[in-house]
């Protein structure tokens, strides 16, 4: 069975606005999902109050496979950040946020996963150089 990775945008979405019911139910049907490492932690950050962090927690515990990226994959992250916002002409600040998305790339294609995403205009960037596979979340 395929492999999928959700983004953090696709959580936020469904958990603050009721979003991607449908689209979630259907992936669940489709593929095995994975959880990544990077979007754990930038749910966690972004939790404000106890319902969130309970939410994020109780999420982390369900979590078992959580799949993290490798030291080659840092080292390759800064290389697409780089290229990439050069070419994009971004600052600091989109650069930064920009590695989150390279890592959770790079560890979707180390495992051969698509990347589910509301974010798709970065991604795609990203799949352009990486060859991944992405899915918009709708």
């Known amino acids: 069975?395929?492999?999928?990775?959700?983004?953090?945008?696709?959580?936020?979405?469904?958990?603050?606005?009721g979003l991607y019911q449908d689209t979630l139910e259907n992936l669940?049907?489709?593929?095995?999902i994975r959880h990544s490492a990077v979007v754990l932690s930038e749910l966690r950050r972004g939790a404000r109050g106890r319902e969130a962090e309970r939410l994020v927690a109780r999420l982390?515990?369900?979590?078992?496979?959580?799949w993290?990226?490798?030291?080659?994959?840092?080292w390759e992250a800064g290389r697409l950040?780089?290229?990439i916002g050069d070419k994009q002409d971004w600052d600091i600040h989109k650069r930064r946020d920009f590695q989150n998305d390279a890592l959770i790339?790079?560890?979707?294609?180390?495992?051969?996963a698509t990347v589910v995403t509301v974010n798709y205009s970065d991604f795609e960037l990203l799949r352009s150089e990486l060859q991944i596979s992405l899915l918009p979340a709708k």
């Open 1 to 17: 069975m395929a492999v999928a990775i959700l983004d953090t945008s696709v959580y936020i979405d469904h958990w603050e606005r």
């Open 28 to 32: 669940r049907r489709a593929y095995i």
């Open 60 to 66: 982390f515990e369900l979590a078992t496979a959580r």
């Open 68 to 74: 993290e990226p490798s030291v080659a994959d840092w």
């Open 81 to 83: 950040v780089r290229k």
């Open 105 to 112: 790339a790079l560890t979707a294609r180390r495992h051969g």
